[in-house]
């Protein structure tokens, strides 16, 4: 079984600070994590991945992922934050390296203030 | 390059009624995923079509089915529509020889009255 949660319902940062949004998985064997957004009223846009390699991984807009083995974790983050930045984001996990099953988190609100 | 492209946006439906939902993969992806997200919850997955079987499904009932056609397009239709029913339905294409990211359509909302 393979399981990700977000524990963060909602993270606040305010425009330039850096932000981080936290993910915790769990999964049978390797873990192929990955990063959504979802924009109101939209599907969800692909940011970045982790299969295997370097720990810190860079994606689309500037963001980039830290995934830990030994905690279990892949936090999503960003240097500098911009109020457009402000979205849902997903976390989500499979233990399959083709495009099966995956398993997503609850989500985070990102609010951005100016 | 035509991303993933879903139809219809929008409908609603009535308990007790049948939906069908259509999903075109993006260019040159031969697997398709379909996912049920409620509101204020994650994507949960429904199943997966790949040479036009069905490969994976989760814990939905068999009022959900799928089929995918030669072209790697994909329906989902579900049967006896509950009022639970209501949520963005998610179509998510993939490539099975190169590719481990699916990347998702703009999604169908479904309302059942």
């Known amino acids: 079984a393979q399981s990700v949660a977000q524990p963060e319902d909602q993270v606040n940062v305010a425009e330039g600070n850096p932000l981080t949004v936290k993910c915790t998985y769990s999964v049978s064997g390797n873990p192929y994590l990955f990063w959504y957004v979802q924009y109101p009223n939209r599907g969800l846009q692909f940011l970045l991945k982790?299969?295997?390699?370097?720990?810190l991984v860079k994606g689309s807009y500037g963001f980039e992922a830290e995934f830990n083995k030994s905690q279990t974790s892949f936090h999503l983050k960003k240097p500098s934050a911009l109020v457009s930045d402000s979205a849902l984001y997903f976390c989500?996990?499979?233990?399959?390296?083709?495009?099966?099953?995956?398993?997503f988190g609850d989500g985070t609100t990102l609010t951005v203030k100016p | 390059d035509a991303g993933v492209t879903q139809s219809p946006t929008h409908l609603i439906k009535t308990r007790g009624q049948q939906v069908t939902l259509r999903c075109s993969p993006k260019?040159?992806?031969?697997?398709v995923s379909w996912y049920q997200q409620a509101l204020g919850q994650g994507p949960q997955f429904i199943f997966q079509?790949?040479?036009?079987?069905?490969?994976q499904r989760g814990n939905f009932p068999d009022r959900f089915s799928g089929h995918q056609f030669p072209n790697y397009s994909s329906e989902l239709n579900v049967n006896a529509l509950l009022l639970g029913d209501s949520a963005l339905y998610l179509c998510a294409s993939g490539d099975s020889i190169s590719g481990n990211t699916i990347y998702f359509g703009e999604g169908s909302w479904l309302t059942v009255v």
């Open positions: 989500a996990v499979r233990d399959l390296p083709d495009a099966g099953k995956s398993t």
């Open positions: 079509y790949y040479e036009e079987e069905e490969r």
């Open positions: 260019s040159g992806h031969d697997t």
């Open positions: 982790y299969i295997t390699g370097d720990n």
